[in-house]
């Protein structure tokens, strides 16, 4: 890193399991706002935060028989898919803007640890930063956790920021599924 170069945080975001697209899930905001709280502080000019999210292609409609109608449903779906993931990078863009922090955000296709693994390496961030669910065992083996999979793969420093235990201070921005926590 050159001097005055400011540090390149990369920040995996997903979407929520309470609520779905197209909100980001608590782990991921959790991460976010803790990485803002404890690194970046009032140092805004010192970092630049590169929010990545992974879309997990549908398996589902392969079954259509027709060719065209099956086009028309996959472009259908990739456009929506890509409306969703950009209204979810929102969130983070938007809270970057309000704050003065430089930021990038894109959209991957394909097996979210593999990709953020991936990206790592093309990218080069000063370290990775994911949230963790806290899947009990049973779920570890049979959902799999991506933030234990970054730990280990990634070629670069990884931060897992456990996901919040109890409520915290609450803004008004915050969508809904936050505040049900
Ligand atoms: P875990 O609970 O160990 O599976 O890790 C969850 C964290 O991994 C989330 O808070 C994100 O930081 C990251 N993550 C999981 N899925 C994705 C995804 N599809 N795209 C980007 N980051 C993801």
């Given at each position: 890193m050159a001097d005055g170069e400011p540090t390149r945080i990369m920040m995996g975001a997903n979407e929520s399991t309470?609520?779905?697209?197209?909100h980001a899930s608590i782990s991921s905001r959790g991460a976010f706002d803790w990485t803002l709280q404890k690194i970046v502080r009032f140092n805004i000019s010192g970092f630049k935060l590169l929010f990545l999210h992974v879309q997990v292609p549908d398996e589902?409609?392969?079954?259509?028989?027709s060719r065209c109608v099956l086009t028309t449903w996959t472009a259908y779906r990739r456009n929506r898919d890509k409306a969703r993931g950009l209204h979810l990078l929102e969130y983070f863009v938007n809270r970057c803007h309000a704050i003065g922090i430089s930021c990038e955000a894109w959209i991957k296709k394909g097996d979210p640890k593999e990709i953020i693994c991936h990206e790592v390496k093309r990218v080069q961030p000063d370290f990775l930063v994911v949230g963790r669910r806290g899947l009990g065992p049973f779920q570890r083996v049979f959902v799999g956790t991506v933030s234990e999979f970054c730990s280990k793969h990634a070629e670069c420093p990884v931060l897992t920021i456990k996901r919040p235990a109890y409520p915290r201070t609450?803004?008004?921005?915050?969508?809904p599924e936050f505040q049900a926590l």
């Open positions: 309470i609520k779905g697209y197209p589902d409609g392969q079954s259509l028989s609450l803004s008004m921005t915050d969508p």
